[in-house]
């Protein structure tokens, strides 16, 4: 809780923010199998960066693991909204698991980009950061044919061996702001780059990252509600703190410390596309308990809705 002695007037709130489509999409996965097939549900990989939703999800009955291996023959598992690569499916399908797919259908749109790439003989740049879960299952969709690119000095310096087969998918939770400069580059040293015909970026991301822009302008500091692992919580961040606001990565209201309110009068507050809305809530109440006003920043109304996926049986 924050102290007492911090006095926020005005607390301006970040739309949209907090769960994405696919997020949502994930977690109701986990819950309706649970519903449907009772325990165990095991699930590979975390659902999505967020610790308290996964903790509430084992308490449901959920159990996370990162090798398709700790998981006893024949039982139903679920992959996470970052997908996997072909070579897990081929693996479950030598174990006879039950497979319940919760992709976020943007992935999932990415990895066909890269099959059909990769078939047409093409070398495949995916502008990603390494280690993320996401950019792991999308490498792992042409072994050998894709390549990973993470910064402006990684495109410069990429050599390929035919530049005139050549074309390039993003990470999804990248935004256009984040891979700009990457493309412009390898537009230029790559003029037969090929990209696809739509936007693999993922509407939620680019939405929350101008939220944030707009909330700078209007603050005195801002707040992302969001975990550390989360790749698009700590671009949230650092796109505020780009333009010169004082802005914190805050998992829950028990980590909002005096220092970061010090002077604030207006606070923003967003929340990451993978951080449930009654953390965002928590933090809402405890300073309007204590007389701060509430006021909404719109800067898009998201009407995305992915069904939920197909059952294992």
Do not use: F, G, W
């Given at each position: 809780m924050p102290?007492?002695?911090?006095?926020?007037?005005?607390?301006?709130?970040?739309?949209?923010r907090g769960f994405c489509a696919g997020v949502d999409r994930a977690v109701e996965a986990v819950r309706g199998a649970l519903r449907a097939y009772g325990?165990?549900?095991?699930?590979?990989?975390?659902?999505?960066?967020n610790r308290f939703v996964l903790e509430a999800l084992e308490k449901e009955g959920a159990i996370f693991v990162e090798s398709l291996d700790e998981v006893p023959e024949g039982q139903r598992v679920i992959f996470s909204a970052h997908g996997v690569a072909p070579s897990e499916w081929d693996h479950a399908k030598e174990r006879g698991l039950r497979v319940i797919d919760a992709t976020c259908p943007l992935v999932t749109k990415v990895h066909l980009?890269?099959?059909?790439?990769?078939?047409?003989g093409r070398t495949v740049i995916l502008v990603g950061h390494a280690g993320h879960e996401e950019v792991k299952g999308t490498l792992g969709v042409a072994p050998g044919k894709v390549v990973l690119v993470g910064s402006v000095e990684e495109a410069r310096a990429l050599q390929i061996s035919d530049p005139e087969r050549v074309a390039a998918v993003t990470q999804t939770t990248l935004s256009v702001d984040d891979t700009r400069e990457i493309?412009?580059?390898?537009?230029?040293?790559f003029p037969a780059l090929l990209t696809p015909k739509t936007d693999?970026?993922?509407?939620?991301?680019?939405?929350?990252?101008?939220?944030v822009k707009e909330l700078v302008g209007v603050t005195d500091?801002?707040?992302v509600v969001g975990s550390r692992q989360s790749s698009n919580a700590n671009r949230l961040v650092e796109v505020a703190r780009q333009r010169g606001a004082r802005a914190f990565l805050v998992d829950s209201i028990a980590d909002v410390e005096p220092a970061m309110l010090e002077g604030v009068r207006a606070l923003g507050l967003t929340a990451s596309a993978s951080s449930p809305e009654w953390l965002v809530e928590e933090i809402i109440g405890a300073f309007a308990n204590r007389g701060a006003q509430v006021e909404l920043l719109s800067v898009a109304k998201e009407r995305v809705h992915f069904p939920l996926p197909m059952p294992a049986d």
């Open positions: 102290p007492q002695q911090v006095s926020i007037e005005k607390i301006i709130l970040a739309e949209p325990r165990p549900l095991y699930v590979r990989h975390q659902i999505v960066h980009e890269v099959e059909r790439y990769a078939q047409e493309m412009e580059t390898l537009k230029e040293r693999d970026i993922c509407y939620a991301t680019q939405n929350r990252q101008n939220a500091a801002v707040l």
